[in-house]
């Protein structure tokens, strides 16, 4: 099964943000395109609105001005639904409404013919419920585009229960030709991105909730420790609380209310009154003139330790051991069982956090970081009868590291590997669920949200064992079943035990 023929015609409707953009995408590949819009005149603003960003992409040498008149005279504008006639595919990006949608696919199905692929790019519907009133429902496909779809490479090509499979393939190809990296998805709530990125809002906001550290911290160790490019505090603001919000709600209700999916009840507060982020001036940060952005924690500067034991293998943090070295510290290496531990001179213990509480006042957690040499922050965490010369002992070796520390409270799992164990958790349930495909998987979750790293790649570069322990651990703290890592991670974990021959 191959990609639409470039001479066929192309129709979206809905022209706003994501029908103009969809819109392009097809043109510049070459279709011919038609736009209809319900609201009068519409359909001409987008051509226009479109018209215009050609002309920017002629500016910056990216279109031949040739190119672009040909584009131009392509596009065309429909007065009504009838004018889509003969068309081979049509991208629906209407308002996000179930009943607005299945009417105008079934007023479409009066349109083309039997041939023409029916598309929707909805971001939280079910597929499978927005084709579910179609005559012809296997011609029936999601193609969820990220905005702004010109730029954005992603495309979830999503496969609703009565979608025949050559219409998926059809779409598949077809965005490719249109240059997009398309990834094949079940009809499932969020798809791919929307359900496996929940954890990164979702452990950020539990950390708050749970007093374990302010938003400018949180999002200050999240980018600083975990690589993200924006911690979730300040991403929210600027996606919009509600909007992140309601995709957080439809999730959780099209899952049946799974309480992974939870929503967070400060989130609702913050939309309730008001507060949507940088759209409203004031989100979980304050962007009205003369506002000041409030610091993340950061411990004043303390000694570095003389020398450090290092005890077995630190596991994902086996780079510190050289660093350390690099900074000039003594590192004396000893035996040890189990997870590896660093033990400083005052004889306390600071460890990777697993998921425990640190409720001994000799031990000190650190968090997660994605490349301990390339972070710029690492929060440390214990709990508040710890001796403080050791918090300082432990604060004082990373600054020699080059580090910034910020102490957070001591909520289990901390902030990055909590967050990074629930993303490859959320991950492996979807792929032992038969959602995608793991390298679907970790291409979207980079190009859709970002990542420095898809969650199999992460899993893979921390240890098969690492999530499910972590999780297993902070499930045991927290037993809502919210962090309970799912049946296939402990497969995988279990799996990965059998063949290295470690008694699970
Ligand atoms: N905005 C995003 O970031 C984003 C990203 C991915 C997917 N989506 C999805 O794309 C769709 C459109 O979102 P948007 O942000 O472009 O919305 P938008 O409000 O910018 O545009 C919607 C357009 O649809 C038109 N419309 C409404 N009902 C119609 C009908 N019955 N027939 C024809 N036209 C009609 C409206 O006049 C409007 O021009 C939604 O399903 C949304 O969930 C949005």
Redesign the pocket.
Same mark, same amino acid.
């Given at each position: 099964m191959t990609a639409l023929d470039l001479s066929s015609p192309v129709a979206v *409707?809905?022209? $706003? !943000?994501? $029908?103009? $953009?969809i819109a392009q995408v097809a043109l510049v590949a070459g279709h011919p395109v038609r736009l209809?819009?319900?609201?009068p005149g519409?359909a001409r603003e &987008?051509a226009d609105a479109i018209g215009a960003r050609l002309d920017r992409l002629v500016e910056k040498d990216r279109l031949t001005g040739a190119e672009r008149d040909a584009a131009r005279a392509r596009l065309t504008p429909a007065e009504t %639904?009838d004018g889509l006639a003969g068309c081979a595919l049509v991208v =629906? &990006? /209407? *308002? =996000?409404?179930l009943d /607005?949608?299945q =009417? %105008?696919f079934r007023a479409l199905e009066d349109v083309v013919g039997e041939d023409c692929l029916l598309a !929707?790019? !909805? @971001? @939280? %519907?079910s597929v499978t419920a927005v084709g579910g009133a179609l005559r012809v429902p296997g011609r029936f496909v999601g193609l969820? +585009? +990220?905005?702004? &779809?010109p730029l954005l490479p992603l495309v979830e090509v999503v496969a609703g229960f009565a979608t025949d499979p050559a219409s998926a393939t059809r779409a598949y190809e077809t965005a490719r030709a249109w240059g997009k990296t398309p990834v094949a998805c079940a009809d499932t709530p969020g798809f791919l991105v929307n359900r496996i990125a929940r954890p990164f809002y979702a452990e950020a906001l539990a950390v708050h909730e749970d007093r374990g550290a302010d938003p400018a911290t949180i999002d200050a160790v999240l980018r600083g420790s975990g690589g993200f490019r924006m911690g979730a505090f300040e991403l929210t603001d600027l996606i919009g609380q509600d /909007?992140n919000e309601s995709v957080t709600h439809s999730v959780w209700q099209g899952f049946f209310q799974d309480v992974r999916f939870t929503p967070s009840l400060a989130q609702r507060r913050l939309v309730e009154s008001g507060r949507l982020g940088r759209k409203s001036g004031q989100g979980w940060y304050d962007y009205r003139d003369g506002a000041e952005r409030p610091e993340p924690h950061t411990a004043g500067p303390a000694e570095a330790p003389a020398y450090v034991v290092v005890e077995g293998d630190l596991g994902p943090a086996a780079e510190l051991v050289g660093l350390i070295r690099e900074a000039g510290i003594e590192v004396r290496p000893e035996d040890g069982y189990g997870a590896g531990r660093l033990v400083l001179p005052g004889g306390g213990t600071l460890r990777l956090t697993d998921g425990e509480l640190p409720v001994s006042e000799d031990l000190v957690h650190f968090d997660l970081a994605l490349d301990y040499r390339a972070a710029a922050r690492i929060a440390l965490s214990a709990t508040a009868g710890v001796r403080p010369s050791l918090l300082s002992e432990a604060t004082g070796l990373f600054q020699a590291l080059g580090k910034k520390v910020s102490v957070v409270g001591d909520v289990p799992g901390m902030i990055v590997a909590r967050t990074v164990a629930r993303i490859i958790d959320l991950a492996f349930d979807a792929v032992a669920k038969g959602v995608a495909a793991p390298e679907d998987v970790d291409t979207a979750m980079r190009l859709g949200v970002n990542y420095p790293l898809g969650p199999f790649e992460w899993s893979r570069r921390l240890g098969d064992t690492w999530a499910y322990y972590l999780l297993a651990n902070v499930h045991e703290w927290e037993p809502s079943g919210r962090c309970a890592p799912s049946l296939a991670l402990h497969r995988h974990a279990e799996a990965a035990e059998d063949r290295e021959g470690t008694p699970s």
């Amino acid at each position: 099964m191959t990609a639409l023929d470039l001479s066929s015609p192309v129709a979206v *409707v809905g022209t $706003g !943000t994501m $029908g103009q $953009g969809i819109a392009q995408v097809a043109l510049v590949a070459g279709h011919p395109v038609r736009l209809y819009d319900a609201a009068p005149g519409r359909a001409r603003e &987008a051509a226009d609105a479109i018209g215009a960003r050609l002309d920017r992409l002629v500016e910056k040498d990216r279109l031949t001005g040739a190119e672009r008149d040909a584009a131009r005279a392509r596009l065309t504008p429909a007065e009504t %639904l009838d004018g889509l006639a003969g068309c081979a595919l049509v991208v =629906e &990006a /209407v *308002v =996000e409404r179930l009943d /607005v949608k299945q =009417e %105008l696919f079934r007023a479409l199905e009066d349109v083309v013919g039997e041939d023409c692929l029916l598309a !929707t790019n !909805t @971001s @939280s %519907l079910s597929v499978t419920a927005v084709g579910g009133a179609l005559r012809v429902p296997g011609r029936f496909v999601g193609l969820h +585009f +990220f905005n702004p &779809a010109p730029l954005l490479p992603l495309v979830e090509v999503v496969a609703g229960f009565a979608t025949d499979p050559a219409s998926a393939t059809r779409a598949y190809e077809t965005a490719r030709a249109w240059g997009k990296t398309p990834v094949a998805c079940a009809d499932t709530p969020g798809f791919l991105v929307n359900r496996i990125a929940r954890p990164f809002y979702a452990e950020a906001l539990a950390v708050h909730e749970d007093r374990g550290a302010d938003p400018a911290t949180i999002d200050a160790v999240l980018r600083g420790s975990g690589g993200f490019r924006m911690g979730a505090f300040e991403l929210t603001d600027l996606i919009g609380q509600d /909007v992140n919000e309601s995709v957080t709600h439809s999730v959780w209700q099209g899952f049946f209310q799974d309480v992974r999916f939870t929503p967070s009840l400060a989130q609702r507060r913050l939309v309730e009154s008001g507060r949507l982020g940088r759209k409203s001036g004031q989100g979980w940060y304050d962007y009205r003139d003369g506002a000041e952005r409030p610091e993340p924690h950061t411990a004043g500067p303390a000694e570095a330790p003389a020398y450090v034991v290092v005890e077995g293998d630190l596991g994902p943090a086996a780079e510190l051991v050289g660093l350390i070295r690099e900074a000039g510290i003594e590192v004396r290496p000893e035996d040890g069982y189990g997870a590896g531990r660093l033990v400083l001179p005052g004889g306390g213990t600071l460890r990777l956090t697993d998921g425990e509480l640190p409720v001994s006042e000799d031990l000190v957690h650190f968090d997660l970081a994605l490349d301990y040499r390339a972070a710029a922050r690492i929060a440390l965490s214990a709990t508040a009868g710890v001796r403080p010369s050791l918090l300082s002992e432990a604060t004082g070796l990373f600054q020699a590291l080059g580090k910034k520390v910020s102490v957070v409270g001591d909520v289990p799992g901390m902030i990055v590997a909590r967050t990074v164990a629930r993303i490859i958790d959320l991950a492996f349930d979807a792929v032992a669920k038969g959602v995608a495909a793991p390298e679907d998987v970790d291409t979207a979750m980079r190009l859709g949200v970002n990542y420095p790293l898809g969650p199999f790649e992460w899993s893979r570069r921390l240890g098969d064992t690492w999530a499910y322990y972590l999780l297993a651990n902070v499930h045991e703290w927290e037993p809502s079943g919210r962090c309970a890592p799912s049946l296939a991670l402990h497969r995988h974990a279990e799996a990965a035990e059998d063949r290295e021959g470690t008694p699970s």
